[in-house]
């Protein structure tokens, strides 16, 4: 009777490891899925972080050469508000025309001065324009960052 209980002791034990190996078996293959999927996941936000990113970067470049297009274009402009100042083809209001007394001054000194106001008239306006290009940059560059 003895011999009998041992053996189906042994029999349950033997059970016992059997069902522990599968479950032990059976939470490193749960652990080793989690990982993999976890892995996954992060391969894939990083990617979808760096796709962000460059986009953006992107997006700063083209507001950044749309400035550098709008200096140019400035320059460009202010030339061409001086050759057409000097041409006659645009005039200064009378509030440009300066103190400028026409018996004492010779018609080089006109000249000079005619010169010097309508050089002063254009850096006027390229400061002006300056100034509005670097504002719509900078505005562009945080509507950009909020949009983010």
Do not use: P
Request: charged letters at 30%; glycine letters at 2%.
């Amino acid at each position: 009777m003895i011999l009998r209980a041992s053996l189906y002791l042994n029999i349950a034990l033997a059970i016992a490891l059997v069902a522990m190996g599968f479950a032990l078996q059976h939470q490193r293959l749960r652990t080793a899925h989690y990982a993999t999927a976890y892995a996954k996941a992060q391969t894939k936000a990083v990617l979808e972080a760096r796709e962000t990113e460059q986009r953006h970067a992107n997006e700063i470049a083209a507001i950044a050469d749309k400035y550098e297009q709008d200096k140019r274009a400035a320059d460009e402009a202010q030339r061409k508000l001086v050759s057409d100042l000097r041409a006659g083809t645009v005039r200064l209001q009378k509030r440009w025309s300066g103190c400028v007394s026409g018996s004492a001054s010779t018609a080089a000194e006109l000249d000079a001065a005619a010169r010097d106001r309508e050089e002063s008239a254009a850096r006027a306006v390229r400061a002006a324009r300056d100034a509005d290009d670097q504002i719509r940059a900078l505005q562009d560059v945080v509507r950009k960052d909020r949009d983010r």
